[in-house]
T-cell receptor, first 114, second 111 residues
């Protein structure tokens, strides 16, 4: 299995809702990432988990809450989002934080906040 | 401050032609330089990558040229095909797990 699987593919949520994005990989990768990508822009790093511990938080607002329950799963909990948070949310993984080279990206969750 | 500068923003090439996308960086601590290809509605996919101790890497129709002294690297797509039409991002890695992406180049290969 050489894929990163993200669910759901599309999500529409109101500003008072609570929702979660899910990411799963079974490649034995020990680093996992959340990126946010706006239209026609490059991906922007949000969080990095290395060996299931949060190692980088790029000053992301607290309405985004990441969670890494185990080495294969990564969640992003969403609460009280704003319309400007609408974007493609990408999960990625790599072999490990030292030896890993490129990322493997998932196809993303297209999030619309109404 | 943009860590990796990419040009051009968009590129139109005839089928069979050569597509060239350029990137430049300043931070000499970057140690790995991948290129990603992204189709609409999909996540970026690793295309080819190079380390700074190598000046060129070729994989099929895709070649990275790397100029360490100039702090520049480029992607060449030979015999460009309509199926290559996508957005291409260069990137540079810092401290093992942090990647900085260029702003992207939208390539359109005309039949």
């Amino acid at each position: 299995d050489t894929e990163v699987t993200q669910t759901p593919k599309h999500l529409v949520m109101g500003m008072t809702n609570k929702k979660s994005l899910k990411c799963e990989q079974h490649m034995g990768h020990r680093a996992m990432y959340w990126y946010k990508q706006k239209a026609k822009k490059p991906p922007e790093l949000m969080f990095v988990y290395s060996y299931e511990k949060l190692s980088i938080n790029e000053s992301v607002p607290s309405r985004f809450s990441p969670e890494c329950p185990n080495s294969s799963l990564l969640n992003l909990h969403l609460h009280a989002l704003q319309p400007e948070d609408s974007a493609l949310y990408l999960c990625a993984s790599s072999q490990d934080s030292v030896g890993g080279y490129g990322y493997t990206f998932g196809s993303g969750t297209r999030l619309t906040v109404v | 401050q943009q860590q990796v500068k990419q040009s051009p923003q968009s590129l139109i090439v005839q089928k069979g032609g050569i597509s060239i996308i350029n990137c430049a960086y300043e931070n000499t601590a970057f140690d790995y330089f991948p290129w990603y290809q992204q189709f609409p509605g999909k996540g970026p996919a690793l295309l080819i990558a190079i380390r700074p101790d190598v000046s060129e890497k070729k994989e099929g129709r895709f070649t990275i040229s790397f100029n360490k002294s100039a702090k520049q690297f480029s992607l060449h797509i030979m015999d460009s095909q309509p199926g290559d039409s996508a957005t291409y991002f260069c990137a540079a890695r810092y401290n093992f797990n942090k990647f900085y992406f260029g702003s992207g180049t939208k390539l359109n290969v005309k039949p």
